[in-house]
Nanobody, 127 residues
């Protein structure tokens, strides 16, 4: 089992940057594929980015491709998401998620693919 705690959210102007972190406690972090999702008011939770347990494979939603970068440091039990060129439509609560997998190159892009979730961190982008 793993517990996830997100941090790094905040208020930023359009065009600015933020880096989200998700710290995991528990054993065997390197055996979990990780993902970031977001949920805006009145909308369903949507996929943002995912990374395989080795970090060798990444996948992004079209809406963030080229602006966001997901990465992980298995020695620190942490996954990151660097968000650049932020837009007002990026405003949402951002959640990280973990999925135990035996496949080193696998990632998941749907909420149902994940077993564990953090509590979320608010990102607000002003115009």
């Amino acid at each position: 089992q793993v517990q996830l705690v997100e941090s790094g959210g905040g208020l930023v102007q359009a065009g600015g940057s933020l880096r989200l972190s998700c710290a995991a406690s528990g054993r065997n972090f390197s055996r979990y594929a990780m993902g970031w999702f977001r949920e805006a008011p009145g909308k369903e939770r949507e996929f943002v980015a995912a990374i395989s347990r080795s970090g060798g494979s990444t996948y992004y939603a079209d809406s963030v491709k080229g602006r966001f970068t997901i990465s992980r440091d298995n020695a620190k039990n942490t996954v990151y998401m660097q968000m650049n060129s932020l837009k007002p439509e990026d405003t949402a609560v951002y959640y990280c998620a973990a999925k135990y997998t035996v496949n080193s190159g696998t990632y998941y892009d749907t909420p149902s693919g994940y077993d564990y979730w953090g509590q979320g961190t608010q990102v607000t982008v002003s115009s």
